[in-house]
């Protein structure tokens, strides 16, 4: 079974300042890996995807991420972040190869201040 | 209407009322899931359907019964709830088990 913990519940930011927002997963086979940003009274969109490929994924927002095998981490950056960005970030994995059930991290809370 | 549609958004009722959930599906997709979000946990899996057929049911209790008339639609009934079972329910979709989901925008339940 795999698992997903995102270490920081909380992370306040500036406007105009890089974020990184850390994943690290669990999972003894290949896996795939996802990004979601969850706006306040809304559903779940998705910012991004590793399904193979270049390690580095760009998304939607201006967001990116970066698959690290040997870490086993996926961690989602923006260069310069804005007040709109202010959402609840969730990393999820679901194992390759087989209908396997998406999980979910405890989700990061992204506040953005000017 | 493009994408995963969801109704009603906001939901309140009693505890022995009988009440449903609603998804639509509008990408041609076979797979459906209900998720419950509940405050400071992760997102729980409820149920999956693949091809109408329900593949999974995470030990869900019996008060909540979903219902999948065609790839298009699921429902969730609901009867008897607990006031526990207040939460933001999301229903998504994909093409089939596996692939990438896309969410609709979520019922928020609250049971008095």
């Known amino acids: 079974a795999q698992s997903v913990t995102q270490l920081d519940s909380q992370v306040p930011v500036f406007e105009e300042a890089p974020v990184e927002l850390r994943c690290n997963y669990s999972s003894s086979v290949s896996v795939y890996l996802f990004w979601y940003v969850q706006y306040p009274n809304q559903g779940l969109q998705l910012l991004l995807k590793y399904l193979s490929g270049s390690t580095l994924v760009k998304g939607i927002n201006g967001f990116e991420a970066e698959f690290n095998k040997s870490q086993t981490s996926f961690h989602l950056r923006k260069p310069s972040v804005h007040i709109s960005d202010t959402a609840e970030y969730f990393c999820?994995?679901?194992?390759?190869?087989?209908?396997?059930?998406?999980?979910f991290g405890t989700g990061t809370r992204l506040q953005v201040t000017l | 209407e493009t994408g995963v549609t969801q109704t009603p958004r906001h939901l309140v009722m009693g505890m022995t009322n009988k009440k449903s959930l609603k998804c639509e599906q509008h990408?041609?997709?076979?797979?459906m899931y209900w998720y419950k979000q509940s405050a400071k946990k992760p997102l729980e899996l409820m149920f999956v359907?693949?091809?109408?057929?329900?593949?999974e049911n995470n030990s869900v209790p019996s008060r909540f019964s979903p219902e999948c008339p065609n790839s298009s639609h699921l429902f969730l009934h609901l009867h008897t709830l607990q006031p526990e079972d207040s939460a933001l329910y999301l229903c998504a979709s994909s093409q089939s088990m596996g692939d990438t989901q896309y969410f609709g925008p979520g019922t928020r339940l609250t049971v008095l």
């Open positions: 999820a994995v679901i194992n390759t190869g087989t209908a396997s059930k998406l999980t």
């Open positions: 359907y693949s091809l109408e057929e329900r593949v």
């Open positions: 990408l041609g997709h076979n797979a």
